[in-house]
């Protein structure tokens, strides 16, 4: 086992958990993703690389960079240097389907991947893993396909380049394409079931589709697994991904090193936390945490109003007097995620401390900055028809 490996085992009772599963905090401000760098032994996103960014692509950096959403990565120097060298990469994220509708929380990684598509001008691919939800959940190989087309309609909505963006689920996909398949069989043996019992927490009853999961979500990190997007060509890749998933990409940087491939650099998302509190994040099995993406106004509305945990005074006097507390403050939070302005943001920040803004006008303003977004969202969703859907699906060249 490397290191990176060892350190990811030895998690102490009082830690935040994060991993594929399950991810909760011990603190009522949320998780600690400053230790958690540290437990996974990536890298902080400072300001140092972030004007870096700005410098190699000419742009502003994105407000989830500049207000640490995303924060923290593996190598994306290297990317930066590709990029700068007038090199092509590609974006690989992914998704695992759900029959539930999406929420504002599963749209965070896939409104940055946009961005990215966009500043770069690079190919994307977008794995939607079918299969793992067989092999985790009660669910039959029939509906599972289905939950993924809906899925794909959800974040084609995001508005991703038709044209340099090719989407797949696994179940249909890896019959099609032997080299994937191929691949998947090369990181297959480089891996130990101690390893993958190391990284993942797979125990004897697990069934043995979980052992094997791991090299599916690791294949499409290779340029390789496409040739009939790439000719063959090795390119590296960029995973942008909420931080729980980076045991997979671990994994896959271990055996790129001794496949002679490329490793994947990575850029690693904080979660939305639950309306109820930073403790948890939102999660689609409970309607009240989330935010559902076709939720209406009023659900939004009413959800903000009587479920999102305040960093308010319990009197009003107490407000004006001690002000609000803004490390716990759910529609605080949401505006961080959500409201573009950083002069506003701040301006919102000092009031709210101050006491100057009570909790409810706090949640007006978390109210009407997500609605308009869920709005023309859905306007977008509505647009999305199977025809559209099938040439996302289309095995075909990308621009490289
Ligand atoms: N396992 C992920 C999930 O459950 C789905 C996924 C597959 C993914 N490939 C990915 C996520 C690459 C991020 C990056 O949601």
């Known amino acids: ?39 996974f032994g990536s890298q902080k996103i400072d300001d140092e690389l972030i004007a ?28 930066l240097n590709v990029h700068e060298a007038g090199k092509k990469f590609y974006l690989y994220t992914g998704r695992g389907p759900s029959s539930d509708s999406m929420h504002i929380g599963h749209m965070i990684p896939f409104m940055f991947t946009k961005w990215l598509q966009e500043v770069f001008d690079v190919p994307l691919i977008i794995q939607l893993t079918d299969d793992e939800k067989i092999l985790w959940r009660d669910i039959k190989v029939e509906d599972a396909r289905k939950m993924a087309y809906n899925n794909a309609k959800d974040i084609i909505a995001v508005g991703f380049d038709t044209a340099n ?66 000719d063959n060509k090795v390119l590296p890749c960029l995973v942008p991904c909420a931080i729980d998933q980076d045991p997979y990409f671990r994994m896959t940087r271990d055996v790129a090193a001794r496949l002679k491939m490329p490793k994947p650099s990575l850029l ?81 920040k000092k009031q709210y401390e101050s006491g100057e803004l009570l909790t409810g006008e706090l949640k007006k303003i978390a109210i009407d900055t997500i609605t308009p977004i869920i709005q023309d969202y ?4 509505a647009k999305v028809t199977d025809e559209l859907m099938k040439e996302f699906f289309k095995l075909r060249k990308l621009n490289i």
């Not at 870096?52 to 959403?69: D, Y």
């Not at 069989?185 to 979980?210: A, E, M, P, W, Y």
């Not at 409201?339 to 506003?344: A, F, R, V």
Request: aromatic fraction near 12%; proline fraction near 4%; include cysteine.
């Open 378 to 381: 859905q306007a977008r969703r």
């Open 1 to 39: 086992m490397t290191e990176e490996q060892i350190s990811a085992l030895s998690v102490d009772e009082e830690e935040d958990v994060v991993d594929p599963w399950n991810v909760t905090g011990k603190s009522e401000a949320g998780i600690d993703y400053d230790k958690l760098i540290k437990r």
């Open 268 to 348: 690693h998302a904080s979660f939305l936390p639950a309306l109820q509190g930073a403790q948890n994040k939102m999660s689609a099995s409970d309607p009240n945490a989330s935010i559902f993406l076709n939720d209406t106004p009023k659900q939004i509305k009413n959800k903000i109003n009587k479920y999102a945990f305040s960093g308010g005074q319990a009197t009003v006097e107490e407000h004006r007097l001690k002000g609000g507390n803004t490390d716990v403050d759910i529609s605080y939070k949401y505006l961080t995620f959500f409201l573009e302005d950083d002069d506003k943001l701040a301006e919102i």
């Open 52 to 79: 870096r960014f700005e410098k190699v692509t000419g742009k502003k950096a994105h407000h989830f960079l500049r207000r640490g959403i995303f924060f923290s990565h593996r190598d994306l120097h290297n990317i």
């Open 165 to 230: 963006t090719f989407i797949f689920n696994d179940l249909d996909f890896i019959g099609q394409c032997p080299e994937f398949y191929q691949n998947m069989l090369r990181i297959q043996k480089c891996v130990t079931f101690n390893q993958v019992k190391g990284i993942f927490g797979f125990g004897d009853s697990d069934v043995i589709g979980k052992i094997t999961f791991p090299s599916i979500e690791a294949a499409p990190a290779f340029s390789t697994s496409f040739p009939f997007i790439f």
